[in-house]
Nanobody, 125 residues
């Protein structure tokens, strides 16, 4: 059974930075694209970004391009979301997820099979 767990959320002032971490077990981590998503109160879950299985390619939603960076360390089965220049509208629960299939690059939430419980990020103005 695949298990995913995020950590690193918290309260930060606008313009600040925060780094989220995610670990996954129960799968051969280095073979799967990992994604970050977020859900704000009253809104649907949305794609933030993803990184391919070997870290060779990343994809970002337009609203985080130039501010957020996704990286991974396959030796430790970890993926990270570095969030810079945070804005109040970035306030949300952030989720990490692993793709259902190996060796595919995905951004559709339906293509991700295992999800963490989420970590809250609050950006104050």
């Amino acid at each position: 059974q695949v298990q995913v767990q995020e950590s690193g959320g918290g309260l930060v002032q606008a313009g600040g930075s925060l780094k989220l971490s995610c670990t996954a077990s129960g799968l051969t981590f280095r073979l799967y694209t990992m994604g970050w998503f977020r859900q704000a109160p009253g809104k649907e879950r949305e794609f933030v970004g993803s990184i391919t299985w070997n870290g060779g390619s990343t994809d970002y939603a337009d609203f985080v391009k130039g501010r957020f960076i996704i990286s991974r360390d396959n030796s430790d089965d970890m993926v990270y979301l570095q969030m810079n220049n945070l804005k109040p509208e970035d306030t949300a629960v952030y989720y990490c997820a692993s793709a259902k299939l190996m060796f595919v690059s995905e951004s559709n939430p339906a293509a991700f099979g295992a999800w963490g419980q989420g970590t809250q990020v609050i950006v104050s103005s």
